[in-house]
């Protein structure tokens, strides 16, 4: 490097280190705060929501409360009258009142009038939640509210709504009404975008502010051409990139192949020993306990076979000896012969596949029944694979105790293999368990 070059560097680059430092912790900052003032506003829109609505329940209580009271009408007589108040009631554009039996049965609906005289208790939305049954406990509870997605009038648009419950204490019903929170996000939506352009000014008035002091401090200096040092630097820090990242793809292959391979293989041989030495300890013939022995040293085989393959980077060698449909049928038959579950398994799939996507597939799925065996306590599993237009789509259910509440479903090894497996393939994962009522794993690759 020539003096001139020197001398621009010695000038420029501080500057410019300390700017973009400026600049980093300047926008850090402005997001963080921006951030936490977005959710203490979305903390006072939800909180003005819940007043509101406890306000037009109370509303709706007062217009209800003088037919309680008149003990001269009959309970059909007074129940007919307070559906038909309830029915009439009205607010906004699109506000309304609801009632239910405690046993899931509608009462009133102004806007799906067909809903009423039908048992709703095992309603779902379509994240799953059970929403009749969660506001019946929420008015049991002395009056609260619950969040679930409804459609909305006119439209009938499927949003999130938030409703607030009570108990008519005479007949035991619940009543409320609820309020959808699309307005809210749509306000959080535009505050967000107002946060960003103005965070978006502000940087671009430093980064011309950079620019022009940079250009002063070049032309105050001598001239060179800075544009070949940039593109050496960018092509440094390129390869630099590209190596970490070869490096650390590399190591990540290595040890989702350790996990998923050799380790299932590991834990199968324990599995087997064990159940030889238990047969030994019960008096079984010597042919039987040698035949679990011998599986062992089998199973001990393939896992010396698993290490060469890692050495050579190739895949398992039933996917090369047998194909899919008959690797995946082996891998099972060995999980329902070890673990006395019931498997279902469908394959559906008539063409070829590419290698990324097989290796991909048998990994699920052999991840997915080492889960199943060390944690479902399940007694049937399900596995399918199909084509849906032009991606390909794996299921794995099983009727276990599913991933209790307080544990995160994708943070295990195991769960965290899968999901890094498809994602290099371009493929998405998906976990759904509820707690008592088994797990789902649901993968897309497209072809």
Not at 12 to 19: K, M, N, S
Not at 142 to 158: A, D, F, S, T, V
Request: proline share 2%; net charge negative; aromatic share 8%.
């Amino acid at each position: 490097m020539g003096l001139k070059s020197k001398i621009i560097l010695l000038a420029v680059a501080p500057l410019i280190v300390a700017t973009a430092i400026i600049i980093y912790l300047s926008l850090q900052s402005a997001r963080e705060l921006a951030a936490e003032e977005l959710s203490i506003y979305e903390f006072n829109l939800v909180d003005a929501k819940k007043q509101a609505l406890k306000d037009h329940v109370n509303i709706a209580l007062s217009a209800i409360q003088p037919v309680l009271d008149n003990t001269q009408l009959s309970d059909a007589q007074a129940q007919a009258q307070v559906k038909k108040i309830l029915t009439s009631l009205s607010y906004e554009d699109d506000g309304y009142f609801f009632a239910y039996e405690m046993s899931g049965v509608n009462l009133v609906h102004p806007t799906q009038p067909d809903f009423v005289g039908v048992n709703l208790w095992e309603f779902q939305d379509r994240t799953g939640n059970f929403l009749i049954q969660g506001l019946i406990q929420a008015a049991q509870a002395g009056g609260g509210y619950h969040r679930y997605i409804w459609e909305k009038p006119p439209l009938m648009q499927q949003e999130d709504k938030l409703s607030y419950v009570v108990t008519i204490e005479r007949w035991n019903w619940m009543m409320g009404t609820g309020l959808y929170l699309d307005d809210i996000y749509a306000e959080l939506a535009k505050t967000k975008v107002t946060m960003n352009d103005n965070i978006q000014r502000s940087f671009f008035t430093v980064i011309v502010v950079v620019v022009i002091t940079v250009v002063l401090v070049i032309l105050l200096g001598l001239v060179i051409n800075l544009h070949e040092h940039r593109l050496a630097d960018s092509r440094l820090k390129e390869s630099a990139q590209r190596f970490m990242r070869l490096q650390v793809n590399e190591r990540r292959g290595f040890s989702r192949e350790l996990h998923d391979g050799i380790n299932q293989l590991l834990v199968s041989c324990k599995f087997r020993i064990e159940l030889a030495s238990n047969k030994l300890k019960r008096e079984h013939d010597k042919e039987v306990v040698q035949q679990e022995l011998l599986k062992a040293g089998d199973m001990i085989s393939q896992t010396i076979n698993e290490v060469r393959q890692i050495s050579h980077n190739l895949r398992p060698t039933l996917l090369d000896d047998l194909g899919l449909d008959t690797a995946l049928s082996s891998l099972i038959d060995q999980f329902s012969e070890r673990t006395d579950i019931q498997v279902d398994y469908r394959f559906d799939v008539p063409v070829e596949l590419a290698d990324e996507i097989e290796i991909s597939i048998y990994r699920l799925t052999q991840e997915a029944l080492t889960n199943i065996e060390k944690h479902a306590q399940a007694s049937r599993v399900s596995i399918k694979l199909w084509f849906l237009g032009q991606q390909l789509e794996f299921e794995c259910k099983d009727n276990g105790k599913g991933i209790v509440a307080s544990a995160e479903p994708s943070a295990g090894i195991g769960f965290i293999n899968m999901r890094e497996r498809l994602e290099l393939i371009g493929g998405s994962f998906f976990i759904e368990s509820q707690n008592g009522k088994g797990t789902r794993i649901y993968a897309v690759l497209p072809l």
